[in-house]
């Protein structure tokens, strides 16, 4: 806790204090670029992947970057969604899934989970996920799985936000993109999914300096 007490004191005499136009517009409202959906892992820091200030990115997390779909019982992840795209006017959301994901491998193992029921219960909505995985990718090794579940788990997530009345809607009227990317930690590519060549691919500068999928070079299973 010194340490985050220590950061505090940090924050509010170098970088708050030198940027005080900057929080004080800020202080006025919201407008992010982007719905931001990841994964609660440590290792992901949104803003500092997308290397956006705050109020850019409007970030929803939890173990496994997972948008339940639309039932009786609204989720958080549902009302969350909602008051972005209604509230706030965002056009664009994010589903980021990353490697070495342990909500993953949690569904891979569940006997990992045990002596955790209530994570147990939270991942058994990307049952459909592991069923893709048994049905398809059975006979891989566990680190092949692991990869694949990552993948695989992003796309489920964005069938799952089509299933949200506020979700389609926007779809319906085109005021809203859905994205699904996987963030590898250990070389900090970004693989961003390509719904034409059905692959993540990675982001490269094209001749012009603008970016574009590296066709070819998807992202291994």
């Known amino acids: ?30 407008a ?83 002596g955790m029921p209530s994570v147990e219960k939270w991942l058994a909505t990307a049952s459909r996920t592991k069923e893709i995985i048994d049905k398809h990718y059975s006979d891989l090794p566990f680190e092949c799985q692991h990869s694949v579940i990552v993948q695989e788990n992003v796309l489920a997530q964005l069938e799952n936000l089509r299933s949200l009345p506020c979700v389609a809607r926007k779809l319906w009227k085109r005021e809203v993109e859905l994205h699904g990317w996987v963030y590898d930690i250990e070389n900090g590519e970004v693989f961003v999914y390509d719904p034409i060549d059905e692959e993540f691919q990675p982001l490269r500068h094209g001749r012009d300096g603008t970016l574009e999928l590296a066709e070819g070079l998807g992202m291994p299973r």
Not at 4 to 30: D, P, S, V, Y
Not at 32 to 55: K, M, W
Not at 90 to 107: D, E, L, R, S, Y
């Open 1 to 30: 806790m010194y340490q985050l007490h220590r950061g505090l004191h940090q924050f509010k005499t170098e970088i708050h204090a030198l940027n005080e136009e900057f929080f004080e517009k800020l202080a006025q409202g919201q």
């Open 32 to 114: 992010p670029d982007a719905v931001f959906i990841t994964c609660s892992d440590s290792r992901i820091v949104p803003n500092l992947l997308t290397q956006t200030d705050p109020g850019q990115l409007f970030i929803v997390r939890n173990a496994g970057n997972i948008v339940p779909a639309h039932s009786d019982n609204t989720s958080g992840e549902e009302a969350t969604i909602e008051y972005a795209l209604e509230g706030l006017k965002v056009q664009n959301i994010i589903v980021c899934g990353h490697t070495k994901c342990g909500a993953m491998a949690g569904i891979l193992k569940p006997e990992s989970l045990a």
